[in-house]
């Protein structure tokens, strides 16, 4: 028992115990150190830039996209509006797996490859971190119910309301309108990050391209808190985005209505411009296009078959379409001789049927086998004899042709507030010697002097022309956009002519070959209250041999002649210009002379409720077929 007590050492235990508590009392205190210099250094050294941290992940400034402005025709019918849509967005910073929610997205609602990969390359050149990337649009309500149901299982994907551009009348307009898209990395990396920050579409042609920055607006911006969810939770901040600006065209809903139906889905283009201001009244170029296909992004297969068709209607005709004008252009020859000497009113030619040079075998026929007999200059523009300006082109010589026709705008842009147009081709001996290297010859010529050979025009080309013939020289800005203090319109111009009254003595021409009996375009002009100034033209398309008789009906479709007219109405005091083309249409005065004819009739002529009648207006007999 004694020696049990001695083993116990109370003095040891103590002295152990009480190094025990010292070596706990420092590490603590050497660990309470660490603690508070870890968050000295925290809150006091890093407090800014953890403050800063901090605030990104509760309060966030989120970019307010504008409301795109609206668009409408002359008299104010809406022409482009935006129609509200939902759509599901994925914010990429929230998600672990975007394979594996886009997954998991395609097994609760309808989502194409197409969809998928859009999303992708859009992720690629997403700029503004926290920002929903729109994966697919216009959700039905089933389609939201379902992703709200499982929204649980859905970080970073969020149902969000928009606005969305919707065109009312689908095709009618979608070659002088445009459309907007989905912004792409190549337009993503010119525009302003800051001003399309919560913008994904915009303007691709048209209208919408070219008014882009007036029809977009000024990005708004909001100050928001956010709960761990990315949800925001309160709104501290807002200014609001600055509408786009409402555009109104000079298009007259009614007349291009009219036009389309015309044309009857024949490949071609119109063009009707008020002759007082230079106003686009009326723009087609058929066939067309829907373009609501592309707001929210065609597919792949719609978009392949538009582009493979053989009527191309993704083509815009009237602004890119170039053509052999054909006898459209004989007033502007006819002119341009009388203005340099070659020929006056009197002067006459006897027509065999051909033309002739010098020391050449060829013969340059005519349109009519036999001829037109003695012609003068007024009885060769109404009843198109190629034969007289054959004489007077190869008399004029090309560059005195290009210089004159230059004025009325061939061979050059008219500069239409439309972005892509093309410049056509008025040929000249320095024009062929730059470009194909050899010496301008009389034979070629002769085919300019009837609108054939190198020269080509567009549609609009040739209205503008026609426009400044009814004006009788006066050139006038052909536009699209109504007056505008914004965009005030260039100073009218003027053709001078040695004598004015060969403007009138042109008009007049150009209403015999509507109105009187040997006119090319009599039947289209039979009834009319009113008198139409006009020239008809029919372009060669395929080339025929010397011996060699063209004849539609065993000649391809796509082969035949294209069919022209340009006129203005009514002759002594012109309130519209119109250009019609058809291509592969056959015949100027069969063809495109009785849809300019429609066109009049709608502008000109009062609705029958308007004039207290019950009688339409009478048909005219569209069965003659000369050029």
Request: aromatic fraction near 8%; include cysteine; charged fraction near 20%.
């Amino acid at each position: 028992m004694a020696e049990h007590l001695n083993i116990k050492n109370l003095h040891d235990e103590l002295r152990v115990h009480r190094q025990r508590i010292v070596s706990a009392f420092i590490g603590i205190s050497f660990l309470a150190i660490l603690l508070i210099a870890r968050l000295v250094y925290l809150q006091v050294i890093q407090h800014e830039l953890y403050t800063t941290q901090s605030e990104k992940n509760r309060v966030q400034l989120e970019a307010v996209a504008p409301t795109r402005g609206l668009i409408y025709d002359r008299q104010g019918q809406l022409l482009a509006d935006n129609q509200p849509s939902y759509s599901v967005l994925l914010i990429p910073e929230r998600i672990n797996d975007i394979d594996e929610t886009l997954k998991h997205l395609a097994s609760l609602i309808p989502i194409s490859d197409d969809q998928i990969e859009s999303f992708k390359k859009r992720a690629k050149y997403h700029r503004h971190p926290f920002e929903g990337i729109p994966l697919r649009f216009n959700l039905n309500e089933q389609e939201i119910s379902t992703i709200a149901v499982n929204q649980h299982q859905l970080p970073g994907v969020e149902v969000a309301a928009d606005l969305i551009r919707h065109y009312p009348y689908d095709a009618l307009f979608a070659h002088v309108i445009g459309y907007v898209a989905r912004i792409n990395e190549k337009e993503n990396a010119k525009l302003d990050p800051e001003n399309y920050g919560a913008t994904h579409h915009m303007g691709k042609g048209g209208i919408e391209l070219f008014y882009e920055n007036e029809l977009h607006g000024v990005v708004g911006y909001q100050k928001v808190e956010k709960n761990a969810h990315g949800r925001i939770v309160k709104l501290l901040e807002r200014q609001d985005p600055i509408p786009g600006k409402n555009l109104y065209l000079t298009l007259d809903l009614k007349l291009q209505k009219i036009a389309t139906e015309a044309m009857n889905n024949q490949r071609g283009a119109v063009v009707a411009i008020d002759t007082h201001n230079g106003d686009v009244l009326a723009f087609v170029s058929t066939p067309s296009y829907d373009p609501n296909l592309f707001v929210t992004g065609i597919s792949q297969q719609n978009y392949a078959a538009l582009r493979n068709s053989f009527d191309r209607p993704l083509f815009n005709r009237v602004l890119q379409g170039q053509y052999p004008p054909a006898s459209t252009v004989k007033p502007f020859m006819g002119l341009a001789a009388l203005e340099n000497n070659v020929t006056n009113w009197n002067y006459r030619i006897s027509d065999p049927g051909w033309y002739q040079l010098k020391n050449d075998s060829r013969f340059y026929r005519d349109w009519k086998k036999w001829g037109h007999g003695s012609v003068n200059l007024e009885q060769a523009i109404a009843q198109s004899c190629d034969t007289y300006f054959y004489d007077i082109s190869y008399k004029l010589g090309v560059d005195r042709i290009h210089h004159f026709l230059q004025q009325f705008g061939f061979g050059e842009r008219v500069g239409i507030d439309l972005q892509g147009e093309s410049a056509g081709l008025l040929p000249s001996s320095a024009w062929k010697r730059a470009t194909r290297g050899a010496s301008w010859y009389p034979g070629e010529t002769l085919n300019i002097g009837i609108g054939q050979g190198y020269m080509l025009a567009t549609p609009l080309q040739l209205a503008n022309a026609v426009t400044v013939l009814a004006n009788k020289g006066i050139k006038k800005q052909i536009r699209l956009l109504r007056e505008d203090p914004s965009f005030p319109r260039k100073a009218p111009t003027k053709i001078t002519l040695r004598q004015e009254n060969d403007w009138d003595s042109m008009t007049t021409a150009m209403v015999n070959v509507n109105h009187a009996p040997y006119g090319t375009a009599r039947a289209s002009a039979a009834g009319a209250p009113y008198k139409i100034a006009g020239k008809t033209g029919t372009a060669q398309v395929l080339g025929i041999g010397q011996k060699e008789v063209y004849n539609a009906a065993k000649i391809a479709q796509y082969h035949r002649d294209h069919a022209l007219f340009v006129a203005f109405a009514p002759a002594e005091a012109p309130q519209i210009a119109v250009a019609v083309i058809v291509e592969n249409g056959n015949s100027g005065s069969g063809t495109a002379a009785p849809i300019a004819r429609k066109i009049f009739d709608a502008y000109l002529i009062p609705p029958v409720e308007d004039r207290g009648e019950t009688q339409n207006s009478p048909v005219p007999n569209m069965s003659d077929a000369t050029p």
